[in-house]
């Protein structure tokens, strides 16, 4: 956490502040080892504090070890003057995406004299770039994912209903090594599935039908994401034409990911070939997004990500063809970064199954 800490104050002079108020959970870990769901965080050019109550101070003692804790009383803005006066903050920059409006009235009133500074992604740019440490925590996240796939593999039928399925993949998680589930569990089924973010119905799976399935283990706070589509019984010409555009669409997209290329270059190589095939009104979402301590975090991979991939990034893969009132499709899969090409961390089979 150290250098985590070293390389957010080298940030400070550059974004026109003194110190920073962090908010954001996700950041909040990132920057301190926290793992508690309260506490603040100000970071200055020499001092470090976490803000927090009563029921955390030990905690953040034992997690927070960098840091100086501080019990906040009734109000947490008068802890937040007495630090900045200590620190002699008279910039203080905050996470503007975060922060409420009451909140923003709050600590302008009790900061009288200092100046609050809306900031964006300071922490999160950092965060996209991934140490070891954080690569096999995601790593062991998204195998936790793969051997749930393969069980689900065994007991999915047509009469189960959707949220059946996804019960069954989070009891398979979180007996297996999860500490939670990293959004709520994508079981959509036939026509459901043109629905991108179609989650769990009470709606039952039937013989024919194309089964589109997202989810992602927690691991140590980190997540993991995958998505695998099947076919309930043989499927048709029409779904696996479907299913072989968003295969073939994803395979060039893995190909041509190298550090240098841009988001856009990467979404624009699997969007090419869904729109040669004459699908690309049916694929109206980015093409992939940073994992981490959040889900969706930085980078993008999109029509307008124009940020270029570094080494040590982790990203999701994941082309789609959603055509209303018939079915969907999408495999995602979660990659690193490298030098020379990506290294897959998701390891379930991508070849059409047929149950």
Not at 126 to 145: F, L, T, W
């Amino acid at each position: 956490m150290k250098n985590r800490l070293v390389a957010l104050r080298e940030r400070l002079s550059p974004a026109g502040i003194d110190g920073l108020l962090i908010t954001r959970p996700e950041n909040r870990r990132y920057i301190t080892g926290f793992t508690g769901s309260a506490g603040v965080v100000v970071v200055s050019r020499d001092h470090a504090c976490f803000v927090t109550d009563f029921r955390y101070v030990e905690q953040a003692t034992y997690q927070a070890p960098e840091f100086r804790v501080i019990e906040h009383g009734l109000k947490l803005a008068d802890s937040l003057r007495d630090i900045a006066e200590e620190a002699g903050i008279s910039r203080l920059g905050f996470e503007k995406d975060v922060i409420t409006y009451k909140q923003h009235e709050t600590f302008s009133s009790a900061l009288a004299g200092i100046e609050l500074v809306p900031t964006e992604g300071l922490v999160e740019t950092q965060r996209a770039v991934k140490d070891e440490s954080e690569i096999e925590a995601i790593r062991r996240a998204e195998a936790i994912g793969d051997a749930a796939f393969s069980h689900v593999l065994d007991i999915i039928k047509p009469g189960m209903t959707e949220i059946d399925v996804a019960l069954e993949i989070e009891w398979f998680m979180r007996k297996n090594g999860a500490e939670g589930i990293g959004f709520d569990v994508i079981v959509a089924s036939g026509e459901r599935g043109a629905m991108p973010h179609g989650v769990a119905s009470s709606k039952k799976l039937a013989e024919g039908e194309l089964v589109v399935m997202d989810f992602g283990a927690v691991y140590h706070g980190y997540r993991g994401d995958m998505t695998r589509t099947v076919s309930l019984g043989k499927a048709s010409p029409e779904q696996r034409r479907l299913y072989d555009i968003v295969l073939r669409a994803q395979e060039a997209a893995l190909e041509g990911i190298v550090p240098g290329k841009t988001g856009q270059e990467i979404d624009g190589l699997a969007r090419k070939v869904i729109e040669e095939a004459g699908y690309g009104d049916n694929f109206g979402h980015g093409l992939g997004h940073g994992v981490g301590l959040a889900i969706h975090e930085e980078p993008r991979l999109s029509v307008t990500a124009t940020e270029e991939l570094r080494s040590g990034m982790v990203v999701t893969v994941e082309p789609g063809i959603y055509v209303p009132g018939f079915a969907g499709v999408r495999i995602e899969d979660l990659v690193v970064v490298g030098e020379s090409g990506i290294r897959n961390l998701t390891s379930s089979p991508k070849e059409l199954i047929e149950l």
